[in-house]
């Protein structure tokens, strides 16, 4: 399997969903998505590239709980939501 290429990371960017919560680094999908800079895809693509080649993957990614969330809606599938631990 391939590196991830910055195009593939900036469409991966663009598919994100809007409305989402931001996550435990603390930027949502709408300031990845919309960001004007090239620096913030550059920024995101060497993540990526560091957690793709060398398995390095940031403490926060790692350390989380899982805990069950019923929607209200549907069936009584209860959504496991990732809880990270905060330092």
């Given at each position: 399997v391939h590196t991830p290429t910055i195009y593939e990371v900036r469409d991966f960017m663009d598919k994100l969903?809007?409305?989402r919560c931001k996550g435990v680094e603390g930027f949502s999908a709408e300031e990845l998505k919309y960001a004007d800079s090239a620096n913030v895809t550059e920024y995101v693509?060497?993540?990526?590239n560091?957690?793709?080649?060398?398995?390095d993957i940031?403490?926060?990614?790692i350390e989380s709980s899982l805990v069950p969330i019923?929607?209200?809606k549907g069936s009584k599938f209860?959504?496991?939501?990732?809880?990270f631990?905060?330092?």
């Open positions: 969903k809007n409305g693509y060497a993540i990526i560091r957690v793709w080649e060398n398995y940031p403490m926060l990614w019923y929607k209200q209860i959504f496991p939501l990732p809880v631990k905060v330092y």
